[in-house]
């Protein structure tokens, strides 16, 4: 089985413009995650969806960003219009959510993101 | 902030030689999971301990889980230089299907 898919692999785009992260998960999983990784920051989680609903976007740093999970198999976060303190490493993980305590998470190869 | 702080930082061992990763936390939980990331990669699961657990063993991996000093450890026995990677504990409030990453330790296994 395939695991969760990301793609870009690799962006490098200028500041100010449109970035879009995608992100396929897991078949049958229920739950997905999008996590930003900086050196000086660490692993952060910006948001997560249940069963296509978005439940806790308190991580999302700001206006500028947003994500959308319009059907199980697909998820976008954008970034609108990016900044150079946006290049970090993103990541999308997926899992079997019960809602009492999340089980193992199975993460993306992530997408380095450069902003000049 | 994060919930999971790991202790130490880095650490760096000799092959054959056992590495002890130590991770607190703040508030209850349902279970913690510690996960290893490789250079450049994602995230990989390596082992999840559940609230009414004390100890697990996956391999040359062991878990221990202590509620009430809300703390857990994990021990890599015999290394290998394949085991170099970064080490992260991620606790899994209840009621939530959120996981709160630490810091992580950097372990380097020289052959």
């Known amino acids: 089985d395939a695991g969760v898919i990301q793609s870009p692999r690799h962006e490098v785009t200028e500041m100010g413009q449109e970035v879009t992260l995608r992100c396929k998960p897991i078949?049958?999983?229920?739950?997905l995650f999008w996590y930003r990784q900086t050196m000086m920051r660490g692993l952060e989680l910006l948001i997560y969806?249940?069963?296509?609903?978005?439940?806790?976007d308190s991580g999302m740093p700001e206006d500028r960003f947003s994500a959308k999970m319009p059907n199980a198999s697909f998820s976008t976060l954008k970034i609108q219009p990016s900044e150079p303190r946006d290049s970090a490493v993103y990541f999308c993980?997926?899992?079997?959510?019960?809602?009492?305590?999340?089980?193992?998470?199975?993460f993306g190869p992530g997408t380095r993101l450069t902003v000049l | 902030s994060q919930q999971g702080e790991e202790d130490p930082q880095a650490l760096s061992i000799q092959e054959g030689e056992n590495a002890t990763m130590n991770c607190s936390y703040k508030?209850?939980?349902?279970?913690l999971q510690w996960y290893r990331q490789n250079s450049g990669r994602g995230l990989v699961h390596l082992i999840l301990?559940?609230?009414?657990?004390r100890e697990k063993h996956s391999g040359r991996l062991r878990v221990t889980l202590d509620t009430s000093k809300k703390s857990s450890s994990l021990l890599i026995t015999a290394s290998r230089a394949a085991d170099t990677a970064s080490y992260f504990c991620?606790?899994?409030?209840?009621?939530?299907?959120?996981?709160?990453f630490g810091t992580g330790t950097r372990l380097q296994v020289f052959p």
């Open positions: 993980a997926s899992s079997f959510a019960t809602g009492v305590g999340s089980d193992t998470q199975y």
């Open positions: 078949s049958g999983h229920n739950s």
């Open positions: 969806f249940n069963n296509n609903v978005p439940i806790d």
């Open positions: 508030t209850s939980i349902n279970n």
């Open positions: 301990i559940r609230s009414n657990e």
């Open positions: 991620a606790t899994a409030p209840y009621n939530t299907d959120k996981l709160i």
